[in-house]
Nanobody, 126 residues
Framework: QVQLVESGGGLVQAGGSLRLSCVAS????????MGWFRQAPGKERAFVAA????????YYADSVKGRFTISRDNAKNTVYLQMNSLKPEDTAVYYC???????????????????WGQGTQVTVSS
């Protein structure tokens, strides 16, 4: 089992920045990919970014490329999402997710992940 706890959400004006953190505990040595997803009211959960835990390789949704950066600190068992140039359409609950073992599902899909955090609200005002 892997436990995930997100933090860092809040209210920010358009053009501002926030950094989300996700601390992992439990069987983290088996974690393969970690990702960030977001869900706005009335919409499906959408992929934001993913990082391979051992190599640091990254993937991003087109909507956040150039604005968001995913990174990890292995020593702290923490994944970060640095969000710059925020837009009102970035408003959502942001979820951290961990993939416990490799699978054939694209890391851009929620089904690829086994563990989820409780979510943190990000609100961007115009």
């Amino acid at each position: 089992q892997v436990q995930l706890v997100e933090s860092g959400g809040g209210l920010v004006q358009a053009g501002g920045s926030l950094r989300l953190s996700c601390v992992a505990s439990g069987r983290i040595f088996s974690t393969y990919y970690m990702g960030w997803f977001r869900q706005a009211p009335g919409k499906e959960r959408a992929f934001v970014a993913a990082i391979r835990w051992n190599t640091g390789g990254t993937y991003y949704a087109d909507s956040v490329k150039g604005r968001f950066t995913i990174s990890r600190d292995n020593a702290k068992n923490t994944v970060y999402l640095q969000m710059n140039s925020l837009k009102p359409e970035d408003t959502a609950v942001y979820y951290c997710a961990a993939q416990g073992f490799p699978n054939a599902i694209s890391v851009t899909r929620p089904e690829a992940y086994n563990y989820w955090g409780q979510g943190t609200q990000v609100t961007v005002s115009s």
